[in-house]
């Protein structure tokens, strides 16, 4: 089942609205017929937050009002890269079928009626999209919705595509161990992998060297959710084996401790020196310096770890190597085209 996406209150974002479509409505009732007007109407800031809404009422302008006002209730948040989207979709809702494209730079908007409003909204400069099933506006909209609430964050599509290369490695490595003394035919297994990786490894660092330097952390806010889920239960473990407490009953004891605490709604920072004594009598009063999430990373410094000095350290190397291999690359002839 699909999940929807978070919506983002309205509060704070230059909204634009746009009406897609205005429908008489008449309802007929017992001595005549009530006469009324639909609207269609999208909103966004085109900055990738984009909603739509629809409005009923017996004059025009207050029909908008009221989809306007719906469309504010219904944002979400759509990834864009370089003024398109991350990847290809199709959208579906009803009878409605819409597929779009992310498009170079320059291609612009190819889309027509209620594609293009939705578009515009959001902030894309360069797509390519097609109606495929029915052009009645509101279905368009909502499978044009449809897409745009499954789109991929660029990070997600980053990551998933690491098991792509793995994979291609993997194969790659698999046909040379199985190479006999002399040459046969199984060399010409390794083009597809190789080149798939190449374009795969490509086009993530495309997205990613885009994306990175505009990357901004919120400090705050990572240690605030650092400070809920029980994250340094392994650390009370490694506490505890650190006494010389076997990890096996290390882990029943934080399990047990983790579980009174769940039923308690406290943290683990929460309790008392006391509290933790009822549990296990190994713990101490430099217990709480293990409950402290600088120093849970810090204390992961073997190689490939994620103490500080280690992560300085290997960004340090990161920078030696692509200086060498750009250094490398720029020696090798250009090929004329």
Not at 26 to 44: D, P
Not at 79 to 106: D, F, M
Not at 168 to 181: D, M, V
Request: net charge positive; proline share 4%; glycine share 10%.
């Amino acid at each position: 089942m699909r999940q929807p996406k978070q919506r983002i209150p309205a509060q704070g974002l230059d909204l634009k609205d746009q009406v897609i479509s205005i429908n008489r409505v008449t309802k007929v009732v017992k001595g005549g017929k009530n006469l009324s007007f639909a609207a269609l109407v999208v909103v966004g800031d085109e900055g990738g937050h984009v909603g739509f809404g629809t409005g009923k009422a017996r004059e025009v302008p207050l029909a908008i009002k009221k989809g306007i006002e719906s469309a504010k209730k219904n944002l979400i948040r759509v990834p864009l890269i370089n003024n398109t989207l991350p990847h290809q979709l199709i959208g579906e809702y009803g009878a409605g079928r819409v597929l779009v494209k992310p498009a170079s730079e320059g291609t612009g908007v190819i889309a027509g009626g209620a594609v293009r409003a939705v578009m515009q909204a959001v902030g894309v400069r360069d797509v390519r999209t097609k109606v495929l099933g029915s052009t009645n506006p509101h279905n368009v909209v909502r499978a044009t919705f449809d897409a745009l609430l499954r789109m991929k964050d660029p990070m997600e599509l980053a990551r998933g595509k690491a098991g792509r290369l793995v994979g291609n490695l993997t194969g790659l490595l698999t046909t040379l161990k199985g190479l006999p003394s002399s040459y046969d035919k199984d060399l010409q297994e390794d083009k597809e992998p190789f080149f798939d990786a190449l374009k795969t490894a490509h086009d993530c660092l495309a997205i990613l060297g885009d994306m990175v330097p505009r990357v901004e952390f919120d400090g705050v806010n990572m240690k605030r959710a650092l400070a809920a889920g029980y994250v340094l239960a392994t650390d009370v473990a490694d506490y505890l084996a650190s006494k010389g407490m076997p990890f096996r009953d290390a882990h029943r004891v934080v399990g047990e401790i983790v579980a009174y605490c769940q039923s308690a709604g406290k943290e683990l920072k929460d309790l008392s020196l006391a509290q933790w004594k009822k549990f296990d009598r190994h713990f101490d009063k430099d217990l709480f310096d293990w409950l402290d999430e600088e120093h849970a990373v810090d204390r992961r410094a073997s190689p490939g770890g994620t103490s500080r000095r280690g992560v300085r350290k290997a960004i340090a190397e990161a920078k030696v190597y692509l200086k060498k291999s750009t250094r490398l690359v720029a020696q090798i002839p250009q090929i004329k085209k």
